[in-house]
Structure formats: C-alpha cells, structure tokens
C-alpha cells in the first residue's frame, strides 16, 4: 500500500467543477490583480474568523514581513520567536535587520513557552511572534499579559492554523495584534501555489497594511509610505473561495485520522493514555497532544471543535532517522519538521545563543517524525502506518 505523505489530486478532484469555474470566470475577467474575489475573500475570511480586518497577501511569508513593516520594526529592534518553527518566522526579523530572539518550546505542544519569554525582555524588545505550530493554539494569554505589561507587539504566526481555536475559542490570528496565514498547498487551506493573508481588529494597522501591500500607494503613484508588492492573486482568491466553505469538515476529517492513530498506537502497545513524555517500553511512540480539547459542556454547546486542525500529525521516536527510512522503503511518506531549530542555523550563528538554553526544541528536532494526516486519509492506510511503525519497533 502507498501512502503518502498528502494527496493533494483527491482534493482537486472532489471540487474539480467548482475550482474550475471560478478560475474560468477569473480568465474570462482578465483581471488578475486585485479582482473582486480578493475583496470577497478578505470579507470571507473575516466572517470565518470572527474578526473585523483581512488583507490578502502573496504568501504565508510576506504576511510576516508585512505585518512587522506595518508595526515599523527598526534595525536592532529585538523580536521575540520560538527557536522551533518554519523558517520564515525568524528569518523575516532577520531581512529587516531587527534582531530575533529565540525561546524554546513546551515540550508537550511544541509551541513557544510563555513562562520563558520575560527574561528575554529588554528595552530594545518589540514584539514577540507566537506560531501555532501544526495547527494547535499557542498559550496565547499569558503571551498577551506580557505584551500588556511591556507595551509589546503581538504578531501570531498561523500559518498552519487557519481556523484554530484557543481554549476560550477565540480564533488565533485574531487575538493579537496582526495575525498572519499562508495559503501554501500544503496548509489546510491551500491554494494553488503561494498566497496568505493578514487580519486584524485596529483600523490602523488595517489601512496601513492595505498600502504598504501595494508599495505604500495612496493616491495611486503617492507614496507616503514604503511598502512592497505583496498582492495576493485574483486566481488564488477565486480557488480559495471555493475551498474556504470546505474547510471545517476537512479539519474535522483531519481530526478523526488524528483519533484513529491514537487508537491504532495505543493497541499497538506503543503508547499509553495520559500522555507520557519520556521513552519508555509502553511509551516507544509519543503521541501529540491536543491540550485545549473542549470539556463536555463545550462539547453539547457544540463549540471549541477547532482546539485542534491537525496541519501535521508528529509523533516523536527515539531511531527517528532509521525510521524514516524504513517508511521511505515502505512507501509511506513522512516528514521532518523541522531538523535544525533557529539557534542551531549557519545564518543564525551571529547571534551566539547557547545551545543548552532550548532542550526541547533540541530534543523535537532529533525525535520529531510526521505522519501523513490529510483528510482524503482512509482508515485503512492509517491502520497500514501504523502496522508498519510497529514491525519497525519490533
Ligand atoms: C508555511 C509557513 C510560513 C510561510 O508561509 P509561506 O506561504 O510558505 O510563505 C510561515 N510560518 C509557518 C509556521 C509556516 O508553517
């Protein structure tokens, strides 16, 4: 059996009439840039998310970078980032001549952990930029608290999580000060190559990335500012609209793999309930875990169903590299996410962190492995990843 690591062609398929109507009237249009789906889609978006601003931008990236342009980050203003996370969370800091900061992670959620954040801050501090790392809400009050108290920036980093809720059920991506997704393929909402967008609830901060998002123009060929071209596509917006309706029940879907796999390893021995973090015989697989699952009442109120979107489904495993080969010959497609945190980064040496400053990251780059999770899954090729994990362990 193959298995790999996303199918993007089943997707395609399920809305093939709809996706290719909506490209077709953008062709028919012949109007590619800033057509009327962007603005259908920011007003969309802003529905889905219960927030008051969307500007639609040309990637995941550039919705960074845009926001920190927005907030006017300087050279040698310090910005504060989880050592373990896509690379473009730092590296946008770094094109902007600030200077990021990094804190490791919480071992259980592989997010930034908030009780290390205020010993980093100085009076050079700007903002600190939490990530919602594979589709699961950073502890983002605390994070807020911290803001608060320092007068600091909240950029959320939601890239792979558009539609996740916090234990309270905010949004994220609305709870700061901008948040920022990316549309790449291979996030639970993807178009058909790059694109992001950015919300926000300040009017402001909303008009000013609306200009800087066309080189800071306002009137046209006026520039009182200096922005870039982060437009987002009039053809990405289009496939977009289409997919956004669908998106919930692909997150469920991706939701109930993350439960059969949980089963799956649990009668396979590999682990346990009650979520261990340490390797041993009944625990050879560590499972990842959803901390802000809805209590029962929340459960019959129907809410808080996004505590978790499952972007990507990591387990952590002691032989993590053998393993990944196993799969490789095995057909399974698997990833690594992510193999060298910040701190650890050639470009990033300048910075002279200490290595044993971050030991979870440390410990999440070697163990970390991903198994395919995207909601065209069937039961049968979890149920084969599975059998295949276990004939390796054994
Ligand atoms: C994908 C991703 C980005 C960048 O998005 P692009 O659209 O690829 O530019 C940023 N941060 C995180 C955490 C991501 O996963």
């Known amino acids: 059996m193959k298995v790999p690591l996303l199918d993007l062609k089943g997707q395609y398929q399920s809305i093939k009439k709809e996706i290719d109507e909506a490209v077709q009237k953008v062709i028919d249009s012949q109007y590619f840039i800033m057509g009327p789906d962007v603005a259908k889609l920011e007003e969309e978006i802003s529905n889905y998310l219960n927030c008051q601003f969307s500007v639609g931008v040309s990637s995941g990236t550039d919705a960074l970078l845009l926001a920190l342009m927005a907030l006017d980050i300087e050279p040698g203003d310090e910005i504060?980032?989880?050592?373990?996370?896509?690379?473009?969370?730092?590296?946008?800091?770094?094109?902007?001549?600030?200077?990021?900061?990094?804190v490791d992670i919480d071992p259980i959620t592989f997010n930034i952990d908030p009780k290390l954040i205020e010993k980093k801050i100085t009076s050079k501090t700007k903002a600190i930029i939490p990530v919602h790392l594979y589709g699961q809400s950073a502890d983002i009050n605390p994070i807020m608290q911290l803001a608060r108290k320092y007068s600091l920036f909240v950029v959320e980093d939601a890239a792979q999580a558009i539609g996740t809720q916090y234990k309270d059920g905010r949004f994220v991506g609305t709870i700061g000060d901008i948040g920022c997704f990316s549309f790449f393929p291979s996030k639970n909402l993807g178009g058909f190559g790059d694109g992001g967008i950015v919300t926000t609830n300040n009017p402001n901060l909303e008009h000013k990335l609306r200009i800087m998002r066309v080189h800071g123009m306002e009137p046209k060929y006026y520039h009182k500012l200096i922005g870039g071209n982060f437009r987002l596509d009039s053809l990405q917006a289009a496939i977009l609209r289409v997919k956004l309706p669908h998106l919930d029940k692909w997150s469920d879907k991706r939701r109930q793999n993350a439960a059969l796999y949980t089963k799956y390893f649990f009668e396979a021995g590999l682990a346990e309930e009650g979520?261990?973090?340490?390797?041993?015989?009944n625990n050879k697989v560590l499972l990842p875990q959803a901390v802000y699952k809805p209590n029962e009442e929340q459960i019959a109120q129907g809410v808080l169903k996004n505590y978790h979107i499952y972007n990507q489904f990591v387990i952590r495993v002691e032989k993590r590299d053998e393993l990944w080969e196993y799969m490789k010959k095995k057909d399974i497609g698997c990833e690594v996410y992510y193999p060298v945190p910040f701190h650890r980064q050639e470009c990033f040496q300048y910075l002279d962190c200490k290595d044993a400053d971050y030991p979870h990251s440390n410990f999440a780059a070697v163990n970390s492995l991903a198994l395919p999770v995207y909601p065209e899954l069937s039961e049968e090729q979890i149920k084969f990843v599975v059998d295949t994990i276990t004939k390796f362990m054994k």
């Open 80 to 102: 504060i980032v989880p050592t373990y996370s896509f690379f473009a969370t730092a590296g946008i800091v770094a094109r902007l001549n600030a200077k990021p900061v990094f």
């Open 275 to 281: 979520g261990r973090l340490a390797f041993d015989s």
